[in-house]
C-alpha cells in the first residue's frame, strides 16, 4: 500500500500553496493509495476531513489522515501520527513520547540543508523512523540517506514534503500490510513494516558494483529522480573513477549539466567508502537508436553527436596532465603488437609495422601541435552515447564513461568515433550505408566553427590506431582467427595509406 506520508495544505500551512482537495486529487491520480496531511502543529478534526474528501470526490477506499509536522528543541522537525490533539512549537521528544506512546515519531528530513545526522541520532530510541526521501531535500541528500539507511537499517520512510502543485505523491511509503487508520498506520511504522518506494537494480560494472536507483511513484508526469551509485572495490580502480568524477563535475560547471549537450550529473562521491552516485539517463544509446529509428531521426542523433563533441573541444579544457595522453600510447601501442605477437600470429609483422607507421606520427605531433591538444572524451562511440528525453518531448544528448579523458589531439576523439561506428555497426551494412562518415565529419565542422589544416590526416591517423586496438582486442578474446581480424587490419592498413591529402 502506497501512502503519502507528508503533505501540507493551504488551510493550516501559510507556507503551503495548494488545497487539501487539490492534493488529494493529485495524489489520488499518481497512483496512490492514501494521503497523510502533516501540516504544522495542527490536527484536522474527523469532520474537516469528511468535508475535503467529499470535495475531492476520490472513492472511499481511498485513504485520508491527518498528523502534524511539530517543531522540537532536539531534532527540529518531526513527524507525528497518532497523537489527539495539536501540539505547540517547542514540544520535546520526551514529553511526546511520554503523552502518546502508541503514537509514530518520525524525524523530518533530517539531512536537509547539508546536514549528516550521526549514529546516535539516527538510532535515538524514542524515534521510530526517520524520513530518507524528501523533496526538499538535494538529490545529494537522498542519495546519502538512501546510503544511511542500506549501512546501518533503520525504519525510513519517505515523504513529499508538498507545499505546491505539481509535485504530490512523489517520494510515498510503502506499507506492507493494508492500513485503514492512523493507529494503524502508526502500529506499522513502529514495527517496521514500511520502507520508502523505490527500485533499486543491479548492473553489471567492471570491478565496481553498480547499482540504479528510482525513487518514487511513477505517476503521469514521470517525474521520479534516477541515480547510479557506483561502488569501487579495487584502490586502483578507484584512483582511475574519482578521476573520471572529478572530469565530469567540471564538465558539469561548463554547462553540460542542462540543455541540448550532457553528461551524466555527478551527484557525491564518498572517499571513505569508494562510492560515486551521479544522474541515471532515462534513454537508449546512440547504437540502439540508430537500429530502430527511422534515418531521419538518425541523422538527426548523429549530427547532435557530432556537436556535442565540438562543445567539449570547444571548451578547450585541460584537466589533467598535458603529456599524459602520449606517455599512455608509447605504453599502449606495444601492447597492441605483443597481442599478436605472443600467440606467433601470422599477421605479427604487418602489425609491427602499423604500430610505428601511427608512433612516428603520434610523436610527431606531440612534438609540433601540443599546443592544440585539449581535454577530449578518450572512447567516444556509439554506445557511449545516449540520446535521452525529460518529461516535455523535448531530447538531449548525453555521452558517458570518462575514464579515457585525457588531453589529447580533438582529432583522436573524431577518429575514434568513425572506426568504432563502422566495426559495431558491421553486421548492419543497410544502416552503415545510411549514415555515411562525410555526415558526422562534417557536422563535427561546421560545429566547431572550422578546423585546422590536417585535420583530416590526423582524423585518419586516429582511426586507424581505434582499429588496431579492436584488432588486439580480438586476439585478447580468442577471435585472433576470425574474419573480422582480417578486415579491421586491412581497413587500418587502407586509412594508413590512402590519408586524405589535407
Partial sequence: MLIELHAHTAEHSPCSSITARELIRQVYAKGLQGIVFTDHHYLWPDEELAQVRREAQVPDHFLILSGQEIRTPEIGDLLLYGAHRSLPKGTPLAEIRHEFPAAALVWAHPYRKGRIPGLPLLKEPLLDAIEIFNSNQTVRE??????????HKFTATGGTDTHGAGYAGMYPTQFDHPVTSMAALAVEVKAGRCRPFLKEIPHSGANSLVTEVVIGAKGEDELRERIIIRQLTDPRDWRSAKRAFRIMTELASRGFDAGLYRIPRPIDMDPEAMTLIE????????????????????REWLTMAAGWLAKLHGCRLRLTPGDEFMKKEERRLPRYLERFTAINHRFSNRVGEIVEIIREEERLLARDEASTFVQGHGDYHLKNIFVCQERSPSRYLAAIDFAGSSVLPPAFDVGCFLAQFSNQLHDFPQIRAAYP?????????????????????????????????????????????????WRILLETEQTLLQRCPV
Fill in 142 to 151: 537522498n542519495s546519502r540517506a538512501l546510503q544511511d539507511w542500506h549501512r
Fill in 279 to 298: 544522474e541515471s539517463l532515462r534513454g537508449k544509446s546512440l547504437y540502439d537508436r540508430l537500429r530502430i529509428d527511422p534515418v531521419e531521426e538518425g
Fill in 437 to 485: 562518415d562525410e555526415l558526422f565529419l562534417d557536422a563535427y565542422v561546421q560545429a566547431a566553427g572550422g578546423v585546422p589544416k590536417g585535420f583530416c590526416r590526423q582524423v585518419e591517423l586516429f582511426r586507424a590506431r581505434t582499429n588496431l586496438s579492436i584488432a588486439a582486442y580480438l586476439i585478447k578474446v580468442g577471435l585472433g582467427d576470425s574474419e573480422g581480424l
